[in-house]
């Protein structure tokens, strides 16, 4: 399967904890991006990465939330102590430009 | 005002029938668009890019209106497997913040 490839898909979590996800886009992608959805909501962007340089962030993703593309491939995204706020589906997607193609997601529920 | 509006539906209609679903956008910078498809707890996927001269693919036609700044989408002769939740998504030019997404517009079809 060469799409974009998302870890856990799914994360139970106790408040206050910090939880980490993964995301492999696709291999010839150098544009890799974060989006959050909650029920009802289309996907809201979070941070976009060209490469390994992260150059755009939301003024959603708030400084319990940080993610990295060390290398240029792979990305995770980590949050803090969590909050019940923070439960949502975490996308993440890639691109040579538009239009995005989706991993399956990670489903986050903090208890 | 919401950068890209859709009626949320849901919209119930006939298996045979032909839907049709709007979307407008506030930026005027906008100058990609899409249609994504999501189905429930799962990830957005590309139906199809939106042209300016509008463009079908199938049973379904897209078409866009720059000058009022709206989006729609027909679906003839719907299936049962149409059922879904349909994205209005617009894209920047230049813009480093990936897509922006409606709540998008859920659509059920009944035998």
């Known amino acids: 399967d060469t799409g974009v490839s998302q870890n856990p898909r799914h994360k139970i979590t106790k408040r206050g904890q910090n939880v980490t996800f993964r995301c492999d886009p696709i291999s010839e992608h150098n544009r890799l991006y974060w989006y959050r959805q909650t029920l009802g909501q289309g996907p809201e962007f979070l941070t976009y990465?060209?490469?390994?340089?992260?150059?755009?962030k939301s003024r959603l993703l708030s400084d319990r939330f940080s993610a990295e593309r060390p290398k240029g491939s792979f990305s995770t995204l980590e949050i803090q102590r969590t909050e019940q706020g923070d439960s949502a589906m975490y996308l993440c997607?890639?691109?040579?430009?538009?239009?995005?193609?989706f991993g399956n997601g990670t489903r986050l529920t903090v208890t | 005002r919401k950068e890209v509006e859709q009626d949320p539906g849901p919209f119930n209609v006939p298996e045979g029938a032909t839907v049709a679903f709007n979307c407008t956008y506030s930026n005027s910078a906008s100058q990609s668009f899409f249609w994504y498809r999501q189905d429930c707890r799962k990830e957005p996927k590309l139906l199809m890019s939106v042209y300016s001269s509008g463009n079908e693919d199938g049973r379904f036609t897209a078409q866009l209106n720059r000058a009022s700044q709206y989006i729609s989408l027909l679906i003839r002769d719907s299936k049962l497997s149409d059922s879904a939740t349909y994205l209005c998504?617009?894209?920047?030019?230049?813009?480093?913040?990936?897509?922006?997404f409606g709540k998008g517009t859920h659509l059920i079809i009944q035998p």
């Open positions: 998504v617009t894209h920047r030019r230049g813009g480093a913040d990936g897509l922006t």
């Open positions: 990465f060209q490469n390994e340089a992260q150059l755009e």
């Open positions: 997607a890639s691109s040579l430009g538009a239009p995005l193609h």
